[in-house]
């Protein structure tokens, strides 16, 4: 019963006109929002909608949180919802919102496969039994203007989520039947490579943070695949493939928003 009140509150929340100003923050400022079709835009301000709802949002550290920086963040979590069932991160209560990076105790890559325990600074993070996710407002990307945005911690924070949606963190979220087996040979040959390549001290187009471990690697995975998805395409076209039929986006084909972020 409760599934279905849910529903119908999600579906009505969705249905519900985006305040103009908040439709502003999010055309300025999500980076490929442009690239997006039609229905996904609409489908993106119903769920930032549902969102913003049902998620507690609290600063840290003194940040006052706005409307730009709720929406913002709501905004680019919804990016990974788009076309797919979603039950809106159902392990996930509370999103913390630092104003810059911050400092929290664990593992840091110091290069080469080494990683060092500590306090260290920090851009987000989340847990499977932590119900929240905390991200640094200033590491956001947003607007087309500023540097190339390599990364996007809401979208790595987010993936996680999603990765949690089956109660386990192992680097495979829940699959549409008939993905299982591509998933797992493509995940599991991609994973080894990069880990090579960084032990190695070779380039990477993937963050080398996805060596640490299967969990992190997803996670990484998406970053690239939204944030650059034609050099992920080129270096890795099985991985893309894959993410493509999860995401249902397609971000290979967008817009170049890179190239208008170096030259605006
Ligand atoms: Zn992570």
């Given at each position: 019963m409760s599934k279905l009140l849910n529903g119908y509150r999600r579906h009505r929340l969705r249905s519900l006109p985006l305040p103009t100003e908040w439709e502003r923050v999010i055309e300025h400022n999500?980076?490929?929002?442009?690239?997006?079709s039609s229905a996904d835009r609409k489908a993106l301000f119903g769920h930032t909608q549902v969102l913003l709802a049902e998620k507690r949002f609290e600063g840290c550290d003194g940040l006052v949180l706005t409307d730009e920086i709720r929406v913002t963040v709501a905004a680019y979590a919804s990016v990974l919802l788009l076309g797919r069932d979603t039950d809106?991160?159902?392990?996930?209560?509370s999103i913390l919102v630092y104003p810059g990076a911050y400092v929290a105790r664990g593992e840091r890559h110091l290069g080469d496969g080494i990683w060092e325990e500590g306090d260290h600074t920090r851009l987000g993070e989340t847990g499977l039994r932590l119900g929240a996710v905390v991200v640094a407002w200033d590491d956001i990307p947003r607007g087309r203007g500023g540097r190339i945005p390599r990364g996007n911690v809401v979208l790595h924070e987010l993936a996680h989520q999603l990765d949690f949606e089956d109660y386990v963190?192992?680097?495979?979220?829940?699959?549409?039947?008939?993905q299982h087996a591509s998933w797992k040979q493509v995940f599991g040959d991609e994973y080894e490579r990069l880990r090579c390549a960084v032990n190695a001290g070779e380039p990477t187009v993937?963050?080398?943070?996805?060596?640490?471990?299967r969990v992190e690697f997803f996670a990484v995975a998406t970053e690239a695949f939204f944030c650059r998805g034609r050099e992920m395409q080129a270096a890795h076209p099985a991985l893309y493939r894959e993410l493509r039929a999860f995401y249902?986006?397609?971000?290979?084909?967008?817009?170049p928003h890179e190239a208008s972020a170096a030259t605006s």
């Open positions: 999500v980076v490929f929002f442009e690239s997006l809106y991160y159902p392990r996930l209560t963190a192992d680097g495979t979220p829940l699959l549409e039947p008939g993937l963050d080398p943070y996805g060596a640490k471990n249902h986006q397609h971000p290979a084909a967008w817009s």
